[in-house]
């Protein structure tokens, strides 16, 4: 098919590369999208009278037939059309003729980008969410079956305060479930339809914005039509940047365990299968998959940066320039979710070895301890912590377990509350469960061939 914009010259060969780049092989991602925001305006158009029952059920059909297609990989995308909303019209005009060519009344392909991108982005944070439950569950599964095994605390990477491996695994668990919640915080920010915006300025067609938006299962209508525009890109941006806080705290956590997992620390062993070797050492196992999380966490985080770069200076109303957000939130949003789901692989295999934790709790460990215990006796902090530290050589050490349980106040090793943390986790789960059933049953409703998740 012809592009959509396509009047009476060709394009140049070079300036179409130029203008496409990627995009078209991106737009994979997009297919099913644009298939439920499309199906959404035609029964619109059908609404106001734009089409009739008959020929809504041509193109709904033909949607139907593009979705079977696009699950098995043979709804192909190429350079000429520019991206799969010109392949997905191109394929309606082709089977159903001049009703194909209806389908994009009252339409921009700005909308229906955006729109595509808001269905894309509505579920995507859902399926980060779900991958972050998963890691955060994993963690918590450490915590539980370690809550004995005691771990020398650190500050400055030096030996500090007594604390356990359950607390250290726990505190990477509740990181995740704060940055999940978050995220689902912003998914009210994306359950809204910017469809019916056109090119930023509306139509002069009755459009019920109101109707196709619930049709897609959003809470709302973006209703100024010119921000629906001017979101593009924000939007993105703010989702990235949840993506990047993830990132960043597994990042801490592999760089933990590339530290504790060193032969001269040996408080957990990796396993085997998530490590790879060297080709000229032949005793390696390398911990590659740590490194590359620390590596893929600035890639995220430039995924954020790329979007903000490109949109922090465009005028209102549409640019070209927006296309180029494209890429870095589709490659932001695959890395976060593998990160999470790798991680989570990685902690369910550790290997937690209680003798070489126990023995790494030196007496040093105990100097605090010691000089609360003057404190109880009835001296003063300061005089205590001094004495303390000018005796260090008789700071003796205890028993590291039982250590643990001195310590009561809320959230230490030992009043660690699991059960708030399982607690919180289960919430976040179910508020993800019921969300992605509604938007599965909502898919379906519209488009009989898409009873499941677009991405």
């Known amino acids: 098919m012809a592009k959509l914009w396509q009047k009476n010259y060709t394009l140049d060969s070079?300036?179409?590369h130029f203008t496409v780049r990627n995009d078209y092989v991106y737009d994979q991602e997009l297919v099913l999208s644009d298939l439920i925001g499309s199906a959404a305006h035609a029964r619109g158009l059908c609404r106001i009278g734009i089409l009739s029952e008959d020929e809504l059920d041509m193109l709904l059909s033909g949607l139907s037939e593009i979705a079977a297609m696009r699950k098995s990989n043979s709804f192909p995308i190429k350079l000429s059309d520019e991206d799969c909303h010109t392949a997905i019209e191109g394929f309606l005009t082709e089977r159903s003729g001049t009703v194909g060519k209806k389908i994009h009344t009252g339409r921009s392909r700005n909308d229906q980008v955006q729109t595509a991108l808001r269905l894309y982005m509505r579920e995507a944070v859902l399926k980060l969410s779900s991958a972050a439950v998963g890691f955060a569950s994993s963690l918590i599964d450490l915590a539980k079956a370690n809550v004995s095994v005691p771990m020398p605390g650190r500050?400055?990477?030096q030996i500090a305060m007594p604390s356990s491996v359950a607390l250290w695994a726990l505190s990477f668990a509740e990181e995740v479930e704060e940055e999940t919640a978050m995220l689902l915080d912003l998914y009210k920010v994306l359950d809204q339809s910017p469809l019916g915006s056109a090119?930023?300025?509306?139509?002069?067609?009755?459009?019920d914005r109101e109707y196709t938006s619930s049709l897609m299962g959003f809470s709302r209508v973006q209703n100024n039509v010119l921000y629906a525009?001017?979101?593009?890109?924000?939007f993105e941006a703010i989702f990235l940047d949840h993506a990047e806080y993830l990132a960043l705290t597994v990042s801490k956590l592999a760089q933990d365990l590339m530290l504790f997992t060193l032969p001269e620390f040996g408080y957990f062993s990796l396993p085997r299968e998530l490590c790879t070797g060297s080709s000229i050492m032949p005793q390696k196992k390398n911990p590659d998959g740590l490194e590359l999380a620390r590596s893929r966490t600035a890639l995220i985080a430039s995924c954020s940066m790329r979007v903000k770069s490109i949109i922090k200076a465009l005028p209102?109303?549409?640019?070209?320039?927006?296309?180029?957000?494209?890429?870095?939130?589709i490659e932001g949003?695959?890395?976060t979710e593998e990160l999470l789901l790798i991680m989570s692989e990685m902690i369910s295999k550790l290997e937690v070895h209680p003798d070489r934790l126990i023995a790494a709790c030196t007496p040093e460990l105990y100097a605090t301890d010691r000089v609360m215990e003057k404190v109880l006796s009835g001296g003063n902090f300061r005089d205590s912590y001094k004495d303390v530290g000018l005796n260090l050589d008789k700071v003796e050490g205890e028993d590291p377990v039982a250590s643990l349980s001195k310590r009561t106040s809320i959230g230490t090793a030992g009043n660690l509350g699991i059960e708030k943390d399982e607690k919180w986790l289960s919430e976040l789960e179910g508020l993800c469960s019921?969300?992605?059933e509604h938007l599965s049953s909502v898919y379906s409703s519209l488009i009989p061939g898409i009873s499941e998740v677009i991405i």
Request: no cysteine; hydrophobic share 30%.
């Open 14 to 16: 070079m300036m179409e």
């Open 155 to 157: 500050t400055h990477m």
């Open 199 to 207: 090119a930023s300025y509306g139509v002069t067609l009755p459009l």
């Open 229 to 234: 525009n001017n979101s593009r890109g924000k």
């Open 316 to 329: 209102s109303g549409y640019n070209r320039d927006f296309q180029d957000t494209k890429e870095p939130l």
């Open 333 to 335: 949003f695959r890395s």
């Open 434 to 436: 019921a969300k992605m």
